[in-house]
C-alpha cells in the first residue's frame, strides 16, 4: 500500500511537471543523451580573426545582413554581404535602452541592425519564451528550443511560435550570433535578469516582440512524464527515418548500437523513448519540420495532462519543483494560466514556425557555421499574427466544420489531425455510397465569403477552384463535406502552407 501511494504520488508530481510545462518549459530537443554531472563553466564565443568592436558610428540604424550565399561549402567573401535599408514594423512606443556596451561582429562585412519597434501588445496578452536545454543547468549547454507562447487571457485562446535554434542574431550588449547562445551568456556575464533577461532582450531587440516571462528545463525529465502519462497518442502523416539506439540504455558512443528506424504513417502510441527520438529526429528532416514535431508531442501531453485534476495541488508542487524549473513566473499568474487551459484548448491554439522565407541559409564569415538570417520582409506577416488571435479561434467566430467520409477510421484520425491543427473542427461519416477515384470538397453556402477555401483544398492537395459550391440546408450552412478518394494523402508540406488572399 505504501509503495502504491508513493507511485501516485510520483505520478501528480511528473504530472505536475507536465502541466506546468506547457505553458513553460517542457521543449523536447536534446544534443546529447546524458546531462553532466556538474555544472559546466560558462559559454563564451572566441572571437575570430575579424572581430573588432564597432564605433557607434559604424552602426547604421536600419541596416541588416542580406545576399546570403545558403549553400556555400565555404565562407562567401566580405563582398558578397553587404548592408541594405529594411522595412520595420510601425513603431507604437518608445525602444527600450539596452545596455550600452561594444557589439562586435563576425566580421566588418556583417554591419549590425539597431532594434526593431515593438509590435503592439494588449494588456490582455501574456508572452512566455519557452526554453529548452541540451544539459541539465542553465548556465552550460546551448538552449536547443525556443517557442514563444502568446495568451491571449479575454479570448483564452493561444498562439505557439517556434524560433530556429541557429537563427542569426544581435545579442544586446554581446555579437552578433546565433540566440541559443542568448540564455548561457546571459548567466555568464550576470546581464540585468540573467539569461532569461537577455534572452527576452534578444527576441525583442530582433523580433519586436515583447517577452514577459521566461521559463527553462533540460530534458532530463522529459521521458518521465510521457511515460507517467502512460504515453502520447501521435498522429504521423509522414514516414519519418532515422537513427535510433535500439534499446534505451545502450551506450550511445557504440555506433553498433544503433540502427534505422522508420516510423511508418498511422496513430501511434508513444512512450517516453519513443517521444523523445520523435522529437529530436533532424537528420533526415531539418529543424523546422522538427520544430512542428516538438510543437506537436507538446499538444498531445497538454490534451492528455487536462484530464487530471491538479488545479488544487499547484501550490504544493509549486514548491517542490521551484529548483528543477528555471522561469521567472510567480505560483499566482501560474494558478491562472492553469485555470485558463481548458478553455483555450476549446478555443483554439494556433502553431506557427519561422521557416521557408521568413529565413535564408547563410555562412558564418570565419567559422563557416550554419546559420539562417531573418529575411523582414517575409517574416514581419508571421511575427505580427503572434499576439493576433488564431484565425480559425471559435471565442469570437463560429467553428467551420468538415465532415471527412471515408471507410478507413486511421485515414480519417490523419485527415482529422491536419485539420484540428489548423483551426477546423473535423467529425467523421461512413459512406453511404462508392468512394470516388478522386477526393472530392464541397462547401454548403451562398458563397465562399470567409469559407477559408485556400487553406482546406490545401489541406487535401486540391485548388480553392476544386471545391464545390452546394445549396445549404438549415444544418449544412457554412460547413464542408471532404469524401475522400483513393488519391488520399495525409502527408503535407508543412512549411508550405499557403497564406490568406492578400497578406
Known sequence: MQNLRQHELRMKQLSFLFYFCFWMALLLTVACKVPPEQPPTKVSIPPTATNRALSASEVSPTTIITNPTPKAATPPPATA????????????TTIRPYPTLD????????????????????????NIVLLGNDVKYAQGGRTDSIIIVSINRQLKTAVLLTLPRDLYVVIPGWQMTRINLA????????YPGGGGGLIKDTIEYNLGIPIDYYARIGFDGF??????????????????????LIEPDLDPELEENWEQFTLEPGVHEMDGDLALWYARSRR??????????????????????????????????WQTYQETIETDMSLSLLLELAALAPSVQENGIQHLVLAGESVQAWREPGSGAAVQLLQWSEASATLARVMQPPILNRANRPPLSVEVVTDDFIMYRQMAHNLAWYGFVPVWSEPNEPLPTRTRIEYFAPNFKESYDWLLSWLFHRQPEDILL???????????????????????AQLEVPSAPGD
Request: proline share 11%; with cysteine.
Open 81 to 92: 554581404v553587404s548592408p541594405i535599408t529594411t522595412a520595420t514594423p510601425e513603431p507604437t
Open 103 to 126: 557589439f562586435t561582429v563576425a566580421t566588418p562585412a556583417t554591419a549590425v541592425p539597431s532594434p526593431v519597434p515593438s509590435f503592439p501588445k494588449p494588456d490582455y496578452v501574456t
Open 183 to 190: 540564455l548561457p551568456h546571459g548567466h555568464g556575464v550576470n
Open 223 to 244: 521521458q518521465q512524464v510521457v511515460d507517467a502519462l502512460d504515453g502520447v497518442e501521435i498522429v504521423n502523416n509522414c514516414s519519418l527515418t532515422d537513427w535510433r
Open 284 to 317: 533526415t528532416t531539418n529543424d523546422f519540420e522538427r520544430g512542428q514535431r516538438q510543437q506537436q508531442l507538446l499538444r498531445a501531453m497538454f490534451e492528455k495532462g487536462l484530464r487530471l485534476d491538479l488545479l488544487p495541488e499547484l501550490p504544493q508542487l
Open 470 to 492: 452546394r445549396p445549404a440546408t438549415t444544418e449544412q450552412v457554412n460547413t464542408y463535406r471532404v469524401t475522400l478518394g483513393s488519391d488520399a494523402n495525409p502527408c503535407l
